[in-house]
Nanobody
Framework: QVQLAESGGGLVQAGGSLRLSCAAS???????MGWFRQAPGQEREFVAT????????DYADSVKGRFTISRDNAKSMLYLQMDRLRPEDTAVYYC????????????????WGQGTQVTVSS
């Protein structure tokens, strides 16, 4: 079992930055981690993923060059640095854990956090 808890969401103006954190507990070792987001009325979509070692990273095209995923396994923490935020980035952001390498498919993730709201005003 892996328990995940996101933090760091909030309200920010377009062009600003936020850093999301995800604290993991339980049997965290060996899991790839991902960030997903869900806007009102839309499906939950992939944002970024990172393998256990950090050697495999992938991003959705919509965030590439603006968001950076990282992890600190010693602290059981996952991060998402979000820069140059846009109103269309507004969503609830979720962290998730997967036993696969660094998947982008939502169904590959077994454990999910409760989410943190990010709102970007124009």
């Amino acid at each position: 079992q892996v328990q995940l808890a996101e933090s760091g969401g909030g309200l920010v103006q377009a062009g600003g930055s936020l850093r999301l954190s995800c604290a993991a507990s339980g049997a965290f070792s060996g899991y790839a981690m991902g960030w997903f987001r869900q806007a009102p009325g839309q499906e939950r979509e992939f944002v970024a993923t990172i393998s256990w070692s950090g050697g495999d990273i992938d991003y959705a095209d919509s965030v590439k060059g603006r968001f950076t995923i990282s992890r600190d396994n010693a602290k059981s923490m996952l991060y998402l640095q979000m820069d140059r935020l846009r109103p269309e980035d507004t969503a609830v952001y979720y962290c998730a854990a997967s036993a696969k390498l660094a998947p982008i498919q939502r169904d590959s993730y077994r454990y999910w956090g409760q989410g943190t709201q990010v709102t970007v005003s124009s």
